[in-house]
């Protein structure tokens, strides 16, 4: 089995380098923006593409993946919101249980209906604790997966949350206030997490400037995820990524 982004992050983390991956929605992405996205993200040096949605109505993402496969060399790595976002075309596939919710079937139920044609996909398979927190409004995924999410304020949930998804085997937590979160999560709960699990964190939702970025970085994130403040402005590209760069060994 493949693991070589796996790897990468592994490294990355034992080096203190931070990530920045870009969500690209394959809903709100014309291709004449994804060409100026890929100029942008490979002048920032974006270590990844993340590309998915809690609901993704269109049915062109295999065609965003190939797209962004044969103009840029950024691994793609699928952030799907059902099974039915998974392309062979990308590198690797998040492969998500939601563990902050109690809903059996994003726990486990899509996962076994999938499983043969994501083992036949050949994709990278990580696969991640998942865990929304709230960020201060209904988000997408918070309304889709019928899960309540991690109040902000309890920061012992999250940590005992990612502490038993790492002990289950899982290969990275992802901390996620949502696409377009009115309030990212707390540096203080980002730290409280990352300094007691020992597997990469991703942490996204509703991080629109670059010392949001670098904090959270400082809090313990490896990869920094940003999606909806970038689809507004792509030029944010350039300083996101540079205040994450920054923030390698601090
Ligand atoms: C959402 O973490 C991602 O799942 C990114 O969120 O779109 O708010 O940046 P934003």
């Known amino acids: 089995m493949k693991n070589h982004i796996y790897q990468q992050l592994i490294t990355a983390r034992a080096q203190q380098k931070k990530s920045f991956a870009v969500l690209i929605d394959p809903d709100k992405t ?4 994804l060409e100026n996205l890929i100029l942008l993200g490979k002048k920032a040096k974006v270590d990844y ?11 062109h993402l295999e065609q ?16 799907p919101g059902s099974p039915s976002q998974v392309t062979p075309k990308a590198d690797a596939l998040l492969y998500l249980s939601l563990i902050s919710g109690r809903n059996p079937e994003l726990l486990i139920g ?3 209906l999938s499983a043969p044609a994501v083992k036949q996909s050949g994709l990278e398979i990580l ?15 918070s309304y889709i997966s019928n899960a309540a999410p991690i109040p902000a304020n ?17 290969k990275l937590i992802y901390m996620d206030a949502g696409s377009g979160a009115q309030k990212p999560i707390p540096a203080e709960m980002i730290h409280t997490v990352a300094s007691q699990i020992t597997v990469p964190l991703i942490v996204g939702g509703g991080i629109t400037t670059p010392d ?28 996101i990524g540079a205040a994450v760069k920054d923030s390698s060994s601090l």
Not at 159 to 167: D, H, I, S
Request: a negative charge; proline letters at 3%.
């Open 154 to 170: 309890k920061n012992e949930i999250a940590l005992c949350t990612a502490l038993a998804g790492e002990m289950l085997g899982m």
């Open 64 to 79: 965003l993946v190939a797209d962004l496969k044969t103009k840029s060399d950024i691994p793609v790595i699928l952030f």
């Open 30 to 33: 014309e291709s004449r923006d």
């Open 110 to 112: 899509q996962h076994v």
């Open 212 to 239: 949001k970025a670098a904090e959270n970085c400082r809090a313990g994130a490896n990869l920094i995820v940003v999606g909806n403040a970038i689809e507004k402005d792509p030029g944010l590209i350039t300083a």
């Open 49 to 59: 593409w993340f590309v998915g949605g809690s609901l993704v109505v269109s049915n």
């Open 127 to 141: 696969s991640t604790g998942y865990m929304v927190i709230d960020g201060g409004a209904p988000t997408t995924v």
